[in-house]
């Protein structure tokens, strides 16, 4: 199964998905977080899978960290 991110990327991504203007949310068991910005939802989860929208982000953030 692809990953959304590296693991030790998670955190970052969070963060860079906040500075996007995305709203971060933690689920309540913990187990991962949601975003949304205009009615776009995403999810990563804690063993860093997701949905489309949070796959393409994650891909996108991952060629950031490599440029």
Same mark, same amino acid.
């Given at each position: 199964? $692809? $990953?959304?991110?590296?693991? $030790?990327? &998670? *955190? @970052?991504? *969070?963060?860079?998905?906040?500075? &996007? %203007?995305? !709203?971060?949310?933690? &689920? @309540? =068991?913990?187990?991962?977080? +949601?975003?949304?910005? !205009?009615?776009?939802y %995403?999810?990563? +989860?804690?063993? &860093? /899978? %997701? !949905?489309?929208l949070?796959?393409?982000? %994650? /891909?996108?953030?991952? =060629?950031?960290? $490599? @440029?």
């Amino acid at each position: 199964m $692809k $990953k959304v991110v590296k693991a $030790k990327n &998670l *955190r @970052a991504f *969070r963060i860079w998905l906040e500075k &996007l %203007g995305y !709203n971060v949310k933690a &689920l @309540a =068991d913990g187990q991962g977080f +949601t975003f949304c910005f !205009n009615k776009e939802y %995403g999810l990563v +989860t804690c063993e &860093l /899978s %997701g !949905n489309a929208l949070a796959m393409k982000l %994650g /891909s996108e953030f991952e =060629d950031h960290l $490599k @440029a």
